[in-house]
Nanobody, 126 residues
């Protein structure tokens, strides 16, 4: 499994960024994909997750997201995205893409439950 994030950078408060995660050697069909983040001195926390169920994608968000972020995936490109809008200085963190082979085995509220991680991409909001 290989997860490679990109799209991080610096943005002013109120601005937007879109993160991408290229996924390889991994099957999307039953996967539960997620974005998580970590700031210095804090534990990793879940941001958003997506599961491609038979009736369409199911998305889960941390309560604090409050509609500002949107998770999506492009199966044809094997890429996971996180669109971040109306960013705040508290959003400054390293953002990680993570994968779980089967929905139900991982929980967004328990980051250590995800077995596969990318290297992370820095997002700085000032």
């Amino acid at each position: 499994v290989q997860l490679v994030e990109s799209g991080g950078g610096s943005v002013q408060a109120g601005g937007s960024l879109r993160l991408s995660c290229a996924v390889s050697r991994f099957s999307y069909s039953t996967a539960y994909m997620a974005w998580l983040r970590q700031t210095p001195g804090k534990e990793r926390e879940g941001v958003a997750a997506i599961f491609s169920g038979t009736t369409g994608p199911h998305k889960h968000y941390a309560n604090w997201v409050k509609g500002r972020f949107i998770i999506s995936q492009d199966d044809a490109k094997n890429t996971l995205y996180l669109q971040m809008n109306d960013q705040k200085p508290d959003d400054t963190a390293i953002y990680y893409c993570a994968a779980c082979r089967n929905f139900g085995e991982c929980r967004l509220s328990r980051p250590p439950s995800y077995p596969y991680w990318g290297q992370g991409t820095q997002v700085t909001v000032s």
